[in-house]
Structure formats: structure tokens, C-alpha cells
């Protein structure tokens, strides 16, 4: 689909910004999953320093300071990489910044979906900063992975745009069902972040079978604390601070959320096959496919952090999918006028 002859000043540093990307979403996933989220108390430091206090005089100064998070450099190093690793990606988006600037009169240069990455970006450092100040507050958690996961869409899309990519051909205009890839991408969106709840209010385990949750195949309790979003700023919600029946609750609405979005997806995949699109589709019901099965496989083996974390890749990849598919369908459209 990419065509590199044809693509614009900018292509390949966009599409190294995505893999990068991709690489700072993982590694969020797993600094989240081996509760490294508060492994570092202060930001953008660590106990004041750049890395990690390693001499004993700088680690007991630490741990005075912050007596109620004592270093502890299993879970300092991945909050730190993550970190790096996404300073480091913010210098790449500003490299793109700089490219959009100098070649901005050349024409069908994008010019506004750079500065919104860029936006989007020095948003995501704030969300990184009040995760750590605000202790996991669950919303500042959830929109930092909303956060994330845009910025990965938004990097896509310009790299898509750069490529210079046109279609060769009108695909079959009456089969297409924009709107309804409309709604599977806002399904996707809502079932992220569903995802994003379910793991900062630490609910991946509270219904160990499936597809029952706790012997329910509809799950009734704990609704009323579960979407609470006005909880309280200050407590430390490393480990969750909700009920097992609110926790249960969370995970009963994702398992729906998956359900709703599974049918959706397989309706707009149906159609889109039938327009012509169907490498597209292989590739969107594959990772589909793939994203149920870690969800299963996250409840039968007890949230391994394997499938786990791949679980959060898999849902960023599959967002992709949806997007792609889209924009190849508005392109195609457009084509065709």
C-alpha cells in the first residue's frame, strides 16, 4: 500500500515514528503491568536524579526524602526507559515539525496533522507528569493510555498521507459501508478505553472464569462505584482501591465492550470483503482474532505478563487496522468522484 517512490520529505521519519511508538506504548504497558508506575516518586527525575540514586549515600538520601516510596531498582528501570523512550520520540515529532516547516508550500505537504501530533505529544507528557504526581489516579491513567494510543494513530496517518499512496483502481463503490467503519472505529476507541479502566482500577483478574464473570453470565453488582469518576485525588491507587464486585463490574462491561465490537467488526468486514478490500480485511480480522484470544488466554492463566502486554499491543495494532481500512475507503471514494 505504501509507495515509497512517490512519498514526500518526511515518509520515513514518520513511519520510524511509528515503530518508535509502538515501542513506547509496550513499554508503557509493561512498566503499568510490573507496577512500575510510581517506581520513580518524582518527575521528570528520579529521586532527583537522571537515571536512578545507585551509590548507598544517594539511595538512603532517596529514601528519606521519599519515605513512602523506598528505591527499589526492579521497577525504577522501566519507568525510566519508558521515559527515554518517549523524550526521545518527542525529538522525533519535532523533526517532523521541522520538515512540515521547511517543505510547507510544496503541494499536498500536511501541515495541520503535524502541529496536532505535536499538541498531542506535549499533552502526553503532562498525563506522563500527573500519573506519577497524582499517584495512578485511574483517569489521568486512562486518558495517559488514550493519549498513547492517539498519538500512534495521528503518527500512522501522516505516514500514510507522506507515502504518497493513490489508488489504482475504483473498488466497488455500493459495498463500502462507511458509516458503519465509522462505528467500529468508535467501538474501538470506547473498548480501549474500557481497557485503559479495567487496568488502572486493577479489575483484569476480578472474574477469573469465562465467559461467566464469577458464575454470572450477566453480572449485576457494583455499577453504582465501578464508573465512579469522581473519585478522590490523593490516596495512592497503585493496587486499586475498589470493591471486588466494583472491579468485577469494570471487567463485565470491557467483556461486553468485546463483544459489541467483535460483531460490529465481522458486519463492516463482510461488507468491505464484498467491495474488495480484502487483504485489509484479513489483516483486521487476524489481529481481531488474535486480541480475543489473549483476552481468554489473560483470564485462564491469571494475566501472564506475555499476554498481557501483548494484549495492549494487539488492541493498538488492530485500532490501526480500522483506521487504515478507512482511510483507504475515503481515498478510494475520492478517486472515484
Known sequence: MLSSHLARPGYRLALASVVFCSM????????????????????PLCYGHLWAPLAETDIQAANEAWPEFPVDHSITWPEMVHRYFATALGFMVLGLWWITFRNRHLPGQPVKLPILIGLVIVLQAAFGAWTVTLKLWPQVVTAHLLGGFTTFTLLWLLTLRYSGWQPRMVIQRHGLGLKLGFMVLLMTIIQIALGGWTSSNYAALACPDFPTCQGYWVYRDGYDLAFDFNQHVGPNYLGGQLDVAARAAIQYVHRVGALILTLLTLWFAWKTWRAGLKNLVL?????????????????????????????????????????????RIYRELSYGK
Open 24 to 43: 513506547v506504548i509496550g513499554l508503557g504497558a509493561f512498566t503499568r503491568l510490573v507496577d512500575a508506575g510510581l517506581g520513580c516518586p518524582d518527575w
Open 283 to 327: 489483516v483486521m480480522l487476524a489481529l481481531l482474532t488474535t486480541q480475543v484470544a489473549l483476552g481468554i488466554i489473560n483470564v485462564y492463566l491469571a494475566l501472564p505478563l506475555w499476554a498481557a502486554t501483548a494484549h495492549n499491543g494487539v488492541a493498538a495494532l488492530f485500532l490501526l487496522s480500522v483506521v487504515t481500512t478507512l482511510y
